[in-house]
């Protein structure tokens, strides 16, 4: 038998890896995801043409910060009902202003889904067993936060290669003494997983069966499944239901029916959710149905409803 050497690039080489294999479309990339990478372009320095998975805005002062404070109070309300909530989006404040980037409702939604995960999820969070993926993490956010919250977890994030890049950089802003390491193979996987020191763990959306070989406490996915294929969605359903270790807790926020570029219809209803799964939060998610803008109306719904759902998914 054969045994493959580790493609396991740590530090500053995770960053060149991904950087050379920045002009490669990925196989698992939607229509949707190839019109809106297409404008995308990384010098070495700064990211051009971002565009998709939330906003980059720089800081703002006067008028504009008091009306976007203002704006927000409708949905920082709701983290009353989470006993963690003023914590972490302290740190959330922090890792916007590390990052250069306005404190905004992308980033206080982070906030929000991660004041749920404690309550709803704590145990997994705390787990220094096992390893959180989060299945697209635009900017790192909630990477730098659940780093800055649990210090001692082991984060797995998991995007389309252009994106990734754009996490990994924005993740060192906010927390330039985190260790990050990529992966291309299994025995790159289960080299990081023997390494401390490495705190992250970056893999391609082209990869995702490498999740089998993680011991998975929790992974979550935040509104953009629903800008996948249907067989890329099922392939990531049967990688965390085949993962090493004990049941995964997924937690999945997305739109109910979204029709992509080239008409395909996903629908969070047709993922490949199983009668085994243990149901534990199943709702409309109440910080993501509208969305505000400095002008008036200023609140503006999505194109439709946005449903979460917190599930134990049962084992393959």
Not at 137 to 157: M, N, R
């Amino acid at each position: 038998m054969t045994i493959s050497s580790p493609q396991l690039y740590v530090g500053r080489s995770a960053s060149d890896w991904l950087i050379e294999h920045f002009d490669q479309d990925d196989a698992s990339m939607s229509s949707l995801w190839r019109e809106q990478a297409s404008q995308f372009n990384f010098d070495g320095k700064k990211f051009e043409g971002l565009t998709g998975f939330g906003n980059h805005e720089e800081p703002v002062r006067g008028i504009r910060r008091i009306a976007h404070s203002i704006l927000l109070k409708r949905y920082s309300r709701l983290g009353r009902r989470y006993s963690r909530f003023e914590e972490i989006d302290r740190h959330a404040r922090n890792v916007a202003g590390r990052q250069n980037r306005l404190y905004n409702l992308d980033i206080l939604r982070q906030s929000l889904s991660l004041s749920f995960l404690c309550k709803f999820a704590g145990k997994q969070l705390d787990d220094n067993t096992g390893t959180i993926v989060i299945i697209g993490d635009g900017f790192g956010t909630l990477a730098s936060l659940v780093l800055s919250i649990f210090p001692k977890a082991k984060v797995v994030i998991i995007n389309l290669t252009k994106v990734l890049l754009v996490d990994v950089v924005y993740l060192q802003k906010a927390l330039p003494s985190v260790m990050i390491a990529a992966a291309g193979n299994k025995e790159g996987v289960e080299a990081s997983l023997r390494d401390s020191q490495i705190n992250v763990l970056a893999l391609r959306s082209d990869d995702s069966d490498l999740l089998r070989h993680l011991p998975i406490s929790l992974a979550t996915n935040m509104v953009s499944m629903q800008e996948m294929d249907p067989p890329v969605i099922a392939k990531y359903f049967d990688s965390l239901r085949s993962s090493a270790g004990a049941t995964p807790v997924f937690y999945c926020c997305n739109r109910e029916k979204k029709t992509l570029t080239d008409g395909t219809i996903v629908r969070f209803d047709e993922y490949p959710w199983q009668n085994g799964d243990e149901i534990l939060v199943d709702e409309l998610c109440p910080w993501n149905q509208d969305f505000y803008t400095l002008r008036p109306p200023f609140y503006h719904p999505y194109d439709g409803p946005i449903r979460h759902r917190l599930a134990n998914l049962v084992k393959n």
